[in-house]
């Protein structure tokens, strides 16, 4: 199975900064990876696919980029309502498993 | 409007048995692939299967292999996970999801239902 390993497993951030999480995969996964936003009680919300490319409706202030095996989720400009643990997820293998989770707090 | 809505949770002592439904709306169910994710409260998200559109083939992550069946009745728009012999471990939230992928697009899951929670406990 593929391994995906994010970092940093929890950030505490002010509004306004600019934040990035990382994941790692354990071999290549070309650019199929995605991010979910999840808060607590909800189901995930896709927010990026293909590495880079926004979900239908989510703020342009939230990008990915990477490929292979490395990979950034950047949040330009924290807002309050960003609160919430991020996953990445990897599609390439047809066994998709997902990293451990970063979870951003708000100072 | 897409609506998933799993059942079937609750309560089941270790080596018993569950099933779980999820009941589709709002799209054209038997022309989309099928995922069940479960999360331990407080933990991260795990993979746990995958169902084509017709059923007719299936995957499973290895923790849950030879333990767990997921099927589908497209004339009733409902997926389902059938869950022998359950452990301890297996007590999560399970979320059944929407797969895009295999549509032909570029995003993995598109819509995830509300989750049922699953505890094995004696």
């Known amino acids: 199975d593929i391994q995906m390993t994010q970092s940093p497993s929890t950030l505490s951030a002010s509004v306004g900064d600019r934040v990035t999480i990382t994941c790692r995969a354990s071999?290549?996964?070309?650019?199929?990876l995605a991010w979910y936003q999840q808060k607590p009680g909800k189901a995930p919300k896709l927010l990026i696919y293909?590495?880079?490319s926004l979900e239908s409706g989510v703020p342009s202030r939230f990008s990915g980029s990477g490929s292979g095996t490395e990979f950034t989720l950047t949040i330009s400009s924290l807002q309050p309502d960003d609160s919430a643990t991020y996953y990445c997820q990897q599609y390439n293998s047809y066994l998709w498993t997902f990293g451990q989770g970063t979870k951003v707090e708000i100072k | 409007e897409v609506q998933l809505v799993e059942s079937g949770g609750g309560l089941v002592q270790p080596g018993g048995s569950l099933r779980l439904s999820c009941a589709a709306s709002g799209f054209t169910f038997s022309s989309y692939w099928m995922h069940w994710v479960r999360q331990v409260p407080g933990k991260g998200l795990v993979w746990v299967s995958r169902?084509?559109?017709?059923?007719?083939?299936?995957t499973y992550a290895d923790s849950v292999k030879g333990r767990f069946t997921i099927s589908r009745d497209n004339a009733k728009n409902t997926l389902y996970l059938q869950m022998n012999s359950l452990r301890a471990e297996d007590t999560a939230v399970y979320y059944c999801?929407?797969?895009?992928?295999?549509?032909?697009?570029?995003?993995?899951?598109?819509?995830w239902g509300q989750g049922t929670l699953v505890t094995v406990s004696s």
């Open positions: 999801a929407r797969d895009r992928y295999n549509s032909g697009d570029d995003l993995p899951i598109d819509y």
């Open positions: 071999q290549s996964i070309r650019s199929w």
């Open positions: 293909k590495a880079s």
């Open positions: 169902i084509n559109s017709d059923g007719s083939g299936t």
